[in-house]
């Protein structure tokens, strides 16, 4: 498995500055905290949406940023998937044209995820011809999932992508998620406030507090300290 | 029916406006999508070129067209700085061909498609271009696969606003152009009848023709606006 190492010291947009170090030698590892706690900022970072002003950041072999040898590779060459909150379909294109934007672009190479074995598991089937305008939230989801996987990535970034969801469909998208995870074994990196999530689909939880890594443990030691915890801090 | 000299004025015109629209079309886009997708938070010198581009797209807008004729035909004339080359280089005189007189459409239109087009790109999600990339697209395909398609309603719209522009081109088109028989666009042949005897009541024709290719034009821009909204909100 691809192991991800990120330092970085960021201005975020809030005036707080983001210092942040950890590793990635899990399969999910979710950051976890309040809002503006920094991670997304973390994501984009990683991603490429956003140019760090000092870090180092490395997946696997590669060196994705580093910024004391001026290297930060382009977004579209450093194979990471990232799925957005609100899923991000091109509104434009149908679900099958979504989803294979990304596996037409794959860097030569990388590890070929199967288009037909994506449909199966997300059960994507009856959508492929669809608009995305005519897709529920959770349809979009799972859709914004298989077209990211489908780029074969070597790492991926999950940004809240329950977080629009209702609660009875948030079960059954971390369903899809658990499928996912097994068969693809991606390292992922799973970005959430919500405890129940986080300790239904992580191996390793990243707390994050005002930029700041707060606490790093196993979702059973970090969630459910009692008094004083990151659960009972962010009120969930 | 028109007469022989309205269908020469109204092919002029119609002339005209194409030729400027699909001349401008390809610097137009690169600069709006400049403009639109200018980080805010920029460094000044970048911030600066960014205000002098706007400033040089926009000064056509409140110049004086005649001033914008002016300053074309001081260019274009055999001695002028451009004009000198096309004529020493490619052996061309543009000055007093329908050619200047596209080109003059063009400049003064420009402001009005940039405009136009610019909003478009706003009007599409920055974020939908950093998941493109994320999912192995460069720049230019990100802008030609997911930002171009996304902004073409508002593109055309912008093409249809600015040839509409173009049909009553008057002051800069006069100066580069003139007024002789067989040579006149619509706004130069109303001008022209005008001024003659009995020429008020002959204009008629061509101020319908111009109001009706206007509303035409307006009717045409504010569908695909309403379309691209439309789309948008769903």
């Known amino acids: 498995m691809n192991r991800l190492s990120f330092c970085c010291r960021h201005r975020h947009p809030s005036g707080f500055e983001l210092d942040v170090a950890f590793n990635i030698e899990h399969q999910v590892t979710s950051l976890f905290g309040p809002s503006g706690s920094g991670k997304t900022t973390v994501l984009a970072l990683i991603a490429g949406a956003l140019r760090p002003q000092s870090a180092r950041i490395e997946l696997g072999e590669r060196t994705l940023v580093d910024t004391a040898r001026h290297v930060c590779l382009a977004a579209e060459r450093r194979r990471v998937g990232l799925v957005f909150q609100d899923h991000l379909l091109f509104p434009h294109l149908n679900v099958e044209k979504n989803l294979r934007y990304g596996e037409r672009r794959r860097a030569v190479g990388a590890r070929k995820i199967d288009f037909s074995q994506v449909v199966e598991v997300l059960e994507l089937g009856e959508l492929l011809a669809r608009m995305p305008r005519n897709l529920s939230g959770g349809q979009r989801q799972r859709v914004a999932l298989g077209r990211s996987l489908l780029a074969s990535p070597e790492l991926l970034l999950l940004d809240e992508p329950l977080a629009a969801l209702d609660a009875p469909l948030k079960d059954r998208i971390l369903t899809y998620l658990e499928r996912v995870v097994a068969q693809w074994k991606l390292p992922t990196l799973y970005v959430s406030h919500a405890a129940s999530e986080v300790e239904r689909l992580a191996d390793w939880v990243i707390v994050l507090r005002q930029g700041r890594v707060a606490a790093t443990g196993k979702p059973g030691e970090v969630l459910h300290l009692g008094q004083g915890t990151a659960a009972s801090e962010f009120k969930l | 029916m028109l007469t022989t000299s309205e269908w020469s004025a109204l092919e002029l015109s119609l002339r005209v406006g194409v030729c400027a629209v699909a001349a401008s079309l390809p610097t137009a886009i690169p600069i709006a999508y400049l403009l639109a997708r200018g980080a805010a938070r920029a460094s000044w010198p970048i911030q600066a070129i960014r205000w002098l581009v706007q400033l040089g797209v926009d000064l056509p807008l409140v110049l004086p067209p005649v001033v914008t004729g002016y300053l074309l035909l001081v260019c274009l004339v ?20 329908w050619w200047a007189a596209a080109l003059a459409s063009a400049v003064v239109s420009f402001p009005l498609l ?19 990339r994320g999912l192995g697209a460069g720049p230019l395909d990100s802008f030609f696969s997911v930002t171009l398609p ?3 309603r508002g593109i055309l719209a912008g093409a249809i606003l600015a040839f509409a522009r173009c049909l009553g081109e008057f002051g800069a088109t006069i100066m580069v152009l003139g007024s002789s028989e067989g040579r006149r666009t619509i706004p130069l042949a109303i001008y022209s009848l005008s001024h003659r005897p009995g020429g008020m009541e002959r204009s008629w024709r061509l101020v319908l023709l111009s109001v009706g290719l206007a509303c035409a034009a307006l009717i045409a821009s504010e569908l695909l606006e309403r379309r691209q909204s439309l789309r948008e909100s769903a």
């Open chain 2, 150 to 152: 996304l902004a073409r």
């Open chain 2, 114 to 132: 940039v405009r136009t087009i610019r909003l478009a790109f706003q009007n599409v999600d920055p974020r939908l271009e950093i998941a493109a």
């Open chain 2, 78 to 97: 055999p001695g002028g700085p451009i004009g000198s080359v096309l004529d020493r280089w490619f052996g061309v005189r543009l000055v007093f061909t």
